[in-house]
């Protein structure tokens, strides 16, 4: 059981299952971010441009309500607001990646400066340049 136990700390602690711990909890983060922004600020200019629909409540009664049973309903509305949200959100990674793509292929064809002269290098020209002008005189 303690080589259980071991193995699992192992796993647990190293670099990368962190690392995805805290991606996964800043998405949760940016998803609630996104569900506000389409909620709040896109869907109702949408629902107002086509007539004041609010999409979360557009369903289809499939079976009326009883006195012992709710209504059934197929709720689309819910679903086109689910739609919304993962537009923003692939626009938002969309967005994101092409810059990150932008920076990297700037930094990529940024030309390196070039190695400074080596000092048998800057000594072979100084014998250039003084042969030159022993030649010119």
């Known amino acids: 059981m303690g080589s259980f136990v071991k193995e699992f700390k192992a796993f ?12 996964i909890v ?3 983060a940016f998803g609630v971010i996104v569900a506000s922004l389409v909620a ?4 109702p ?8 629909v609010d999409f979360t409540a557009l369903s289809i009664t499939l079976r009326e309500a009883t006195a012992e049973t709710p209504a059934v309903t197929l709720n689309y509305g ?4 689910a739609v919304v949200n993962f537009l923003v959100v ?12 932008a920076m990297r292929r700037k930094k990529e064809e940024t030309p390196a400066a070039p190695p400074a002269p ?4 800057t000594l072979l020209t ?3 340049d003084l042969l030159r002008k022993q030649r010119q005189t």
């Open 12 to 23: 647990a602690l190293r670099g990368n299952v962190m690392d995805m711990a805290v991606g």
């Open 26 to 28: 800043i998405g949760a």
């Open 40 to 43: 709040d600020v896109l869907m």
């Open 45 to 52: 200019p949408i629902g107002l441009l086509i007539g004041g």
């Open 78 to 81: 819910i679903f086109i607001q």
């Open 90 to 101: 692939a626009l938002a990674v969309f967005t994101a990646m092409k810059g990150m793509n």
């Open 118 to 121: 080596s000092r048998e290098e």
């Open 126 to 128: 100084e014998i250039r």
